[in-house]
């Protein structure tokens, strides 16, 4: 079993949808979770850190569900630019290394 | 904002050859640096972990031998495939972590080179 798991899609929407993407983590102490945006042949950008409360960025909104492990994302009002591969990212275990593991990445078209 | 370049952005050996890959912290220094890989289609592999000063620690799989890794200052680590095999084609992006105040990580901070496009004929 994959320690991040993401369907990697693709998501084709139009412009001003909304659309969810989820991820399960399998490492129970993970303490830490991200999600990040990662365009064609680039590296990955932060986009959020995901918080117990769960929080929102203007139209982006992360939640995460400890008792399933289970991280979310929601884009809200979808714009052309938000086309991209969103990696879900968990740190490696409690004692908050550093080591990030990344989901293999949903990917995201938004059309016109 | 904090900036992580790399060089080269892209690379073409013969195969057998040996390619170094640098990663700098051009405005804050890392005391950890991470080397990850990225494979088509496929999410970023955790190679290695950086450590100014003392030995990297490998992932499991990944053979220490191979991928040198030296982190000789707080703002530059080096990653040398060596012996260069096609089937480490591969994009390599390394990633820094801040040094904070007191001289403490930023476990929850890191910053990403813009990678490099490895090729082995």
């Known amino acids: 079993r994959k320690e991040v798991e993401q369907d990697p899609g693709p998501f084709n929407v139009p412009e001003g949808a909304t659309v969810a993407f989820n991820c399960t983590y399998s490492n129970s102490a993970s303490q830490s979770f991200f999600w990040y945006r990662q365009d064609c042949r680039k590296e990955p950008k932060l986009l959020m850190s995901?918080?117990?409360s769960g929080n929102e960025d203007g139209r982006f909104t992360a939640q995460l569900n400890r008792a399933s492990q289970y991280i979310s994302l929601l884009i809200r009002d979808s714009k052309l630019s938000d086309s991209a591969t969103y990696l879900c990212v968990v740190n490696r275990g409690s004692s908050n290394t550093g080591k990030l593991i990344f989901g293999q990445g949903t990917t995201l078209q938004v059309k016109p | 904002g904090a900036v992580v370049s790399q060089h080269p952005s892209r690379v073409i050996c013969k195969s057998g050859t040996s390619v170094k890959i640098e990663c700098r912290s051009l405005d804050f220094q890392a005391t950890t640096m991470f080397w990850y890989r990225q494979f088509p289609k496929q999410s970023l592999m955790l190679m290695a972990t950086?450590?100014?000063?003392?030995?990297?620690?490998?992932e499991q799989g990944v053979e220490k031998d191979k991928f040198l890794i030296n982190h000789a200052s707080l703002t530059l680590s080096t990653l040398t495939v060596t012996s260069a095999h096609p089937e480490d084609s591969s994009f390599y992006i390394c990633s820094a972590q801040p040094v904070l105040a007191g001289g403490t990580s930023s476990y929850n901070e890191q910053f990403f080179g813009p990678g490099t496009r490895l090729t082995v004929l």
């Open positions: 995901v918080y117990s």
């Open positions: 950086s450590n100014e000063g003392s030995k990297a620690t490998y």
